[in-house]
């Protein structure tokens, strides 16, 4: 009894096997059947994959070389935003003929499967810390704003303390200006009544 069901990442190979030094080239547009990646970011479902296919019939089976391309989404460690990353991989393994216990992947119905190696080689490529862009400020720690939303907001840690009195100044002034403007409202409504 066979089991096996072609996917978008499976190429017939029967018109190479047991044919050493042919080669063939392929071109795969697969749309992602099922999201994979780490945490934070990943390829989604849906998502288009290009995969250039080149495959070489050895002795002991098909070498496969494949250059992998697509768009990975997640969103920025720091601030949170939604990040997109184009990923593009190489891969590289042989389908032995035989289940050999010398490789890891075997032509299975005059087919090879791409699948885990593709999903592999794309999941390693990615960052476990995406950044939107390598300087993100991330978020303020007392009140969760993005502080690329407040460019003129300074972390705290960098006041330099002759600002501080400066702005302790400043808002000691502007209570005397509200003070004054309170006597004068309350100086109008005293004219009214
Ligand atoms: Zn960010």
Same mark, same amino acid.
Request: charged share 30%; proline share 8%; aromatic share 6%.
């Given at each position: 009894m066979s089991n096996f069901t072609p996917t978008p990442f499976t190429v017939p190979v029967y018109d190479l096997m047991h044919r050493? $030094?042919?080669?063939?080239? &392929?071109? /795969?547009?697969?749309?992602? +059947?099922?999201?994979? $990646?780490?945490?934070?970011?990943?390829?989604?479902?849906? !998502? *288009?994959? &290009? #995969?250039?296919?080149?495959?070489?019939? /050895?002795h002991d089976g098909i070498l496969v070389s494949a250059d992998v391309q697509t768009l990975a989404k997640g969103e920025c460690g720091r601030c949170l935003d939604e990040?997109? /990353? =184009?990923?593009?991989?190489?891969?590289?393994?042989?389908?032995?003929?035989?289940?050999?216990? !010398?490789?890891?992947?075997?032509?299975?119905?005059? &087919?090879?499967?791409?699948? +885990?190696? #593709?999903?592999?080689? #794309?999941? /390693?490529?990615? +960052?476990?810390? +995406?950044?939107?862009? =390598?300087d993100c400020p991330g978020l303020d720690p007392e009140t969760g704003e993005r502080l690329a939303d407040f460019p003129d907001r300074k972390p705290k840690e960098i006041v330099d303390p002759r600002w501080s009195a400066l702005a302790g100044f400043q808002s000691s002034?502007?209570?005397? !200006? $509200?003070?004054?403007? $309170?006597?004068?409202?309350?100086?109008? @409504?005293?004219? @009214? *009544?």
């Amino acid at each position: 009894m066979s089991n096996f069901t072609p996917t978008p990442f499976t190429v017939p190979v029967y018109d190479l096997m047991h044919r050493s $030094g042919e080669m063939r080239e &392929h071109e /795969l547009d697969i749309t992602v +059947p099922e999201a994979f $990646g780490n945490a934070l970011i990943g390829i989604p479902e849906g !998502a *288009s994959m &290009h #995969v250039d296919v080149r495959l070489e019939a /050895l002795h002991d089976g098909i070498l496969v070389s494949a250059d992998v391309q697509t768009l990975a989404k997640g969103e920025c460690g720091r601030c949170l935003d939604e990040i997109e /990353l =184009p990923v593009e991989v190489d891969i590289q393994e042989l389908f032995a003929y035989s289940v050999d216990e !010398a490789f890891d992947y075997t032509v299975v119905e005059d &087919h090879i499967d791409l699948e +885990p190696s #593709v999903r592999d080689a #794309v999941v /390693l490529s990615l +960052p476990f810390q +995406p950044v939107c862009r =390598p300087d993100c400020p991330g978020l303020d720690p007392e009140t969760g704003e993005r502080l690329a939303d407040f460019p003129d907001r300074k972390p705290k840690e960098i006041v330099d303390p002759r600002w501080s009195a400066l702005a302790g100044f400043q808002s000691s002034e502007s209570d005397v !200006a $509200g003070e004054a403007a $309170g006597d004068a409202d309350r100086a109008e @409504r005293e004219k @009214r *009544s």
